[in-house]
Nanobody, 119 residues
């Protein structure tokens, strides 16, 4: 059974930084695509950043240059470094993974961690 556990959320002033962590158990993060999504109140969940098995990264336009996704294979953990945070970055951040399940890939979600950016 694959489990994703996020940590690192909290309350921060605008311009500040946070680092989110997503630890995986039951699978290997380097074997699939790992990503971070967020959902603000009243809005749909949106992709923030993702990293593929080939270490290619994609970012939402709104976070380019401020956020960095990385993966530590030794710790089986994916990180999201968030700098120059803005109030509009506020939301619940979810870790997402597409990992091998037999001959197919299966999608997994973490429980989410709250990020609040105060002006």
């Amino acid at each position: 059974q694959v489990q994703l556990v996020e940590s690192g959320g909290g309350l921060v002033l605008a311009g500040g930084s946070l680092r989110l962590s997503c630890s995986a158990s039951g699978s290997i993060v380097s074997s699939g695509t790992m990503g971070w999504y967020r959902q603000a109140p009243g809005k749909q969940r949106e992709l923030v950043a993702r990293v593929t098995t080939g270490s290619n990264t994609n970012y939402a336009d709104s976070v380019k240059g401020r956020f960095t996704i990385s993966r530590d294979n030794a710790k089986n953990t994916v990180y999201l470094q968030m700098n120059s945070l803005k109030p509009e970055d506020t939301g619940v951040y979810y870790c997402n993974a597409w990992l091998p399940y037999g001959l197919v890939y299966k999608e997994y979600w973490g429980q989410g961690t709250q990020v609040t950016v105060s002006s």
